[in-house]
């Protein structure tokens, strides 16, 4: 199964930080889950560093272990920067285009907006969250009252968070634009890549 249902406040805490929406409960307990939380000292090794990175990254896009790796696979027979293309091709998945639009308020609520059928890409519906988006590809909610809705309500409840420079969003239109492929700067600056291609390669 590809979508993680277990506890999300439990994952938060694992990492320190809201991978998951974050509640209240995090505020309050802040330490690790589990009976022996406030006082567990953990061994760091490279390799569990390594192994947190990449449990941090999978569960913040909501894939499975095969598709991560796979994903990586791809990366690495790219030429290119392995870490940098890994993490442009997570951020172009449409579920996640979808999400940076605002279209959505989670990755989570993205992925099942998409399988709803509620997008269309360049004018066809496209159901597939982890459908590739490419630099000029139009991302769009249908036009179905229902669909615009859930938009529109997840679009108020977003107006903080501003799309990334490489996406043109049209709220109006319910539409956004992939100009270009997003650069290392522009991507998630909590993520070490290079832990993640260390672990791989080991």
């Known amino acids: 199964m590809s979508r993680y249902t277990g506890a999300t406040t439990r994952i938060n805490r694992r990492f320190g930080q809201a991978i998951f929406p974050e509640k209240k409960a995090m505020q309050n307990k802040p330490y690790l889950p589990g009976q022996h939380g406030p006082h567990l000292r953990r061994r760091v090794s490279d390799y569990s560093t390594g192994l947190n990175e990449k449990q941090k990254l999978r569960m913040m896009y909501g894939l499975s272990e095969k598709q991560f790796r796979l994903t990586f696979e791809r990366a690495k027979r790219t030429r290119g920067v392995t870490g940098e293309i890994f993490m442009q091709l997570l951020e172009t998945r449409l579920d996640n285009v979808v999400y940076l639009l605002g279209f959505a308020r989670t990755r989570k609520a993205a992925r099942q ?39 529109q309500r997840s679009l108020d409840e977003s107006q903080l968070r501003a799309s990334p420079a490489w996406l043109e969003r049209d709220e109006a239109a319910f539409k956004g634009t992939l100009s270009r492929l997003p650069i290392r700067d522009e991507m998630d600056k909590t993520i070490n890549d290079q832990l993640i291609v260390e672990f791989y390669s080991r």
């Open 113 to 151: 907006f998409v399988c709803h059928g509620h997008v269309q890409v360049n004018g066809r519906k496209v159901d597939i969250p982890s459908f590739e988006c490419v630099p000029g590809d139009v991302v769009e909610v249908r036009d179905r009252s229902s669909a615009r809705q859930l938009a």
